[in-house]
């Protein structure tokens, strides 16, 4: 008998089995963080963090409020500069980073900038790339964690703050960007989608237990692929809800209380 | 008078400005009330320092609003919070990589004030992008080429870096010009009577924009003997040539973060972005009290601990509490669990 859980345990759990042990990782806080805490505390011991702010592999002690505070910081081996993580990344040795964003499209561009027509008179104001730009850029493997609606997943974004796939395949190596990098999975309430490899577009690849091809489209903006082989997604094991709830987020501060 | 964005990417005028300051080790401290009305001037470009709410110069800013500085024009990677005072005619407009708070969300005088067209936004950035534009300053060069920003709209709507090629591979980059802002003001954990300023923890950009500003003024947890300095000279961030003002300014990044010495007030900060700062004459209200209403940074202490119905020297020491162990910055004894009495003494004397 599993636990019952809620749909942002869900999206923190499915994203925390997806960092292999050995890898390196560049996060912000929120669910992100959580993930890569739960990773650490399971599956992947030996997972480094870096954070934006210039902290290389620290022990986090709880939940960072913010990626330049002092838990951050807690016990990392390296303090180090915003320009050396992001050229860290530059050079080739970050294998994940994890994203959000207000949109996002087919080819897995992000905006976290604005919604509106024009970026000079934008309707809503979002608080910009941050270092959402420069991960996605140059980190080998893109993660996304969002829910999923139409309001989210648009057939073009408003403005692209963060690079996917740009518009489809060789579009990011002939903008100048590293070659063999880009946009992974997509992590939702709903299932975990991924990129066609000839297209570079969404598909469907897993979906979480209970939910429907037809459910999935509903509630996605452009038409989304399917994978050859469709699975389902193991539900969070009662071990990953219990780090979780006690030793991640005890005060419920992402995952609610 | 040239606006702010004239001269921000001036390397020449820059070069010329910063090479005329003394090199000589002069003694700079001073009162933070008086480094700010001499060195944040109506008009300049401020950019936001430490990883803003996390060690950042909290006291200062609260001190620009207090002078009703004017017309300002902010720098974010990140910031955001002296974004308040946007509605107080204080800041005009900014050049933007973050605003906002993280997880918490959005600063609601930013987002409204760009929605209602008040708040320019000069340029968009990325981290990566507007951290390279300081190193090129950093550098003493006057651009440098990255890969960040390449086929966004971040790059094709920032007026100020270009697309360029490598001249041995033809393949595209992101030359991105040295910015040099008019004042950095800096949290550090001590700094000598020259400007040395050293931190335990991350530096963020601090190091670049010390050299990049045009005027610089250092806020610190305590002036300490230059002898100290050099015991621990690898954790020296600012080095004195850069250096106008120094001042001694304990509890300097309340209600934010110090690294090893006090953590976020995090109720205090969560009440503030989401529910004092909501609406225009909420935040009106917040700045009477906090701001207007308050000679300094120690009364404004002394209310949020008044707030919780605490003695002020409680609330310091449970902030404290919260503080990461000091042993693993390094710390040591000046961190939580040493020279305490000190500064106890000093909020007890400074605060009403």
């Known amino acids: ?257 | 008078m040239a606006h702010a964005n004239d001269r921000l990417f001036d390397h020449q005028m820059a070069r010329e400005f910063k090479l005329k300051k003394t090199r000589a080790l002069v003694d700079k401290r001073m009162d933070l009330s008086d480094a700010v009305a001499q060195y944040v001037e109506d008009g300049d470009s401020l950019i936001e320092t430490g990883f803003a709410y996390a060690r950042g110069p909290m006291a200062a800013y609260w001190e620009i609003g207090r002078q009703k500085k004017q017309n300002l024009v902010g720098i974010y990677t990140p910031g955001g919070l002296n974004n308040l005072w946007h509605e107080f005619g204080g800041i005009e407009g900014a050049h933007v990589a973050y605003v906002g708070v993280e997880m918490r969300g959005l600063i609601a005088p930013f987002r409204r004030g760009v929605e209602a067209g008040t708040l320019k936004v000069f340029s968009d950035w990325s981290h990566g992008g507007l951290s390279a534009s300081l190193r090129a300053a950093e550098q003493g060069m006057n651009y440098v080429a990255s890969k960040s920003m390449l086929g966004s709209d971040v790059m094709k709507d920032n007026p100020y870096v270009k697309l360029g090629e490598d001249p041995w591979t033809g393949e595209p980059v992101c030359l991105i010009p040295a910015m040099y802002p008019d004042v950095a003001i800096f949290h550090v954990h001590h700094a000598d009577k020259y400007g040395n300023g050293r931190v335990w923890g991350l530096s963020v950009n601090d190091t670049a924009i010390a050299i990049a500003a045009k005027k610089v003024v250092v806020t610190c947890e305590r002036i300490v003997d230059t002898d100290d300095i050099r015991a621990s000279a690898a954790n020296v961030i600012i080095p004195w040539y850069c250096v106008d003002a120094v001042c001694e300014v304990p509890y300097g990044a309340w209600p934010g973060d110090m690294p090893g010495m006090y953590y976020f007030d995090r109720p205090l900060q969560e009440q503030v972005v989401r529910v004092d700062w909501k609406t225009p004459e909420a935040t009106k209200a917040w700045v009477e009290t906090n701001i207007y209403g308050t000679k300094n940074h120690y009364e404004m202490i002394q209310l949020a601990a008044d707030e919780e119905g605490m003695n002020v020297l409680d609330y310091v020491k449970r902030l404290e509490q919260f503080a990461c162990s000091a042993a693993y910055f390094g710390i040591g004894t000046w961190g939580t669990g040493g020279e305490r009495d000190w500064k106890y003494e000093e909020v007890a004397k400074r605060a009403i």
């Not at chain 1, 395949?169 to 939702?188: F, S």
Request: charged share 20%; with cysteine.
């Open chain 1, 1 to 257: 008998m599993t636990t019952s859980y809620n749909a942002m345990e869900l999206m923190i759990c499915v994203a925390s089995r997806e960092l292999e042990d050995g890898s390196t990782l560049a996060v912000g806080t929120g669910a992100p963080c959580a993930a890569a805490m739960l990773a650490q505390k399971l599956s992947s011991p030996n997972l480094s963090i870096l954070f934006e702010a210039g902290s290389v592999n620290p022990q986090l002690p709880e939940m960072p409020i913010s990626v330049g505070d002092s838990r951050a910081g807690h016990k990392a081996v390296m303090v180090s500069t915003m320009g050396a993580i992001m050229e860290t990344c530059q050079r080739g040795y970050v294998d994940y980073t994890f994203l959000g964003g207000a949109q996002i499209d087919m080819y897995g561009n992000l905006n976290s900038t604005m919604i509106g027509d024009n970026y000079q008179e934008p309707k809503v104001r979002f608080p910009g790339s941050g270092g959402a730009n420069d991960l996605a850029s140059l980190c080998w493997k893109t993660i996304v964690i969002t829910p999923m609606d139409d309001r989210r997943f648009v057939e073009q974004v408003d403005f692209i703050t963060t690079p996917g796939y740009l518009t489809g395949k060789g579009a990011r190596e002939a903008a100048g960007l590293p070659e063999g990098t880009g946009p992974y999975k997509v992590i939702t309430n709903l299932c975990i989608l991924g990129y066609d490899d000839d297209t570079c577009r969404m598909r469907i690849e897993s979906l979480h237990p209970g939910v429907t091809v037809e459910k999935v489209r509903e509630n996605c903006g452009f038409e989304l692929l399917l994978a050859d082989s469709l699975e389902e997604t193991h539900p969070p094991t009662d071990e990953e809800l219990r780090i979780l709830r006690e030793e991640v987020d005890p005060d419920g501060y992402i995952i609610g209380r």
